[in-house]
Each structure stands twice: as structure tokens, then as C-alpha cells.
């Protein structure tokens, strides 16, 4: 699906952002990019959809190249973007009109463009709000207006680059949740996120550090090992109890929610 071959990019008069990073993400993961400040994570994700192009190497979409510029419409249709500020993804007042937006330029006929919003808004939770006044919204309510939109097209993939990080905390946990109900219906969630709990649901977890990918893996195996040792990675609050638990001699395997170290709990009485 996505893959980057020996890519490195940098900005201009600065260090090397990436280094010859290869990677293969594919379809139906839900893969969550960790790591400190600076380590090259919303980098690779605007490398996804060719908002940034490599220095050097390839950045493909199945069979389209991402430096192509006859390649990028397509590429742009499949790989949706939500990003840290909703408000930056507003193009209209109302609801109706800022999903209807990106229907119209890919010429979708206006009499389908109704039928696509609507399904759009029952994806989120928001069909409630068809007429309303984007900006009357509060900031979880334009995400996942912002959401709709990106899904009203139909993607294949949907980046999520720290679209959480600027909302209240029942903003951020209804993002995340409807981030798993959107990976359950097929489509292949990336997550850019210093939210500990973004990371531990995730399928897949890659932690990036100046430039070079130092873990790849699962998040259970992350939490079990010695995840101190990676730069930005500290332990969500599940796995800290679990932990404590396990000094205390209640042994929890490798919980990393609520339902399941209850679970583990419940098995050992």
C-alpha cells in the first residue's frame, strides 16, 4: 500500500529531517509513529500524501509515486488527512458546505454530492448538525467534521497527524474511539501522536529518533520490553499499573486497557 524506498528528506539550512528510511505500511493496520519533538513524524506523515516530496528515494501509493505530479490527485483522494488544528481544514460556514467542498472539486454530480455528506456525517456521529454553523462547533465537533469531509471521499487511508493533541479530554476520546470504529469498517488508520493511549491501541507501533526508525513493532511488545530506552516513549497508565500490580505479585500479561487488566484481575481469583 504505502511504502517509502531509501527516503531522506531535509529542509532547506537545516539538518536532515529523515534518513533513509524504508518502510512498508499495508493495508488495514492501524499504525501509530511515536517519538519525541523533531524526530521526523508529521514529516513522514505529509511524505504519505505528497505534501512534501523525498530529497531523496520514493514514496509510492500502490502503483502511483507521489512525485508524480499526474499521480498526486489520485493519491490525495486515497490518503486523507486530519490535522492538529480543525479549524485549518474549515473551507466553508456550514457543515453541509465544507463536506460538500471537496466533493465539488472532484466534480462528484450534485445530485450524489447530498447522499455522500449525509453518509459522511452518520460516520462521525454529526448528521445532527447537516445545517449548522462550523464555527459555532466545539473543537471535537469540527474534528470530526473535519473527519467527514476527509470521508466523504472515499479514502483508503486516513493520516491523523497529532489530530488529538489540541482537544479537551472528552474531545480526545471520541476521536480515538471513532479512530477504531473507522479501522474496524476497513480503513487503514496512521496515527501521529505523543498520546500514550493513541499508541497502545494501535495494531503496530513505529518510534522514530533524528531521522531513523529505532522500534517497529506491536504495542505489547513495546510496553513488555524496555521501552524506557526509547527517546519520547514513556508507559500509558495502564501499563504502570500493571506493573505495580505485578510487584505486588498479581501478574497481568500484557494488558494495555482497562477491560482487559480487569480481566486479567477477574482470572486470578
Known sequence: ????????????????????????????????????NGAGKSTIA???????????????????VTSNENDLSIIRQRIGMIFQNPENQIVASTVFEDIAFGLQNVCVPTEDIERHVTEALSQVGMLNYYNSDVYSLSGGQKQRIAIAGVLAMGPEVIVFDESTSMLDPEGK??????????????ITI???????????????????DQGDICYDGSPEALFQGEYWRFPGITAPFIVEAREALNRKGLHSSSALTLEDLVDDLCKLH
Do not use: C, W
Not at 524506498?5 to 524504508?22: E, H, K, P, Q
Open 173 to 186: 476520546d471520541q476521536i480515538a474511539l471513532l479512530m477504531g470504529e473507522l479501522h474496524k469498517q476497513g
Open 1 to 36: 500500500m504505502i511504502h517509502f524506498s531509501n527516503v531522506t528528506f531535509g529542509y532547506a539550512n537545516r539538518a536532515t529531517m529523515l534518513n533513509d528510511i524504508n518502510l512498508h505500511i499495508r493495508s488495514g493496520e492501524y499504525v501509530a509513529f511515536a517519538g519525541r
Open 190 to 208: 496512521v496515527t501521529i501522536t505523543h498520546d500514550l493511549e493513541e499508541i497502545a491501541a494501535s495494531s503496530r507501533v513505529i518510534v522514530l
Open 46 to 64: 505529509r511524505l504519505m500524501n505528497g505534501l512534501l516530496l523525498p530529497t531523496t528515494g520514493q514514496v509510492t501509493f500502490n502503483d502511483y
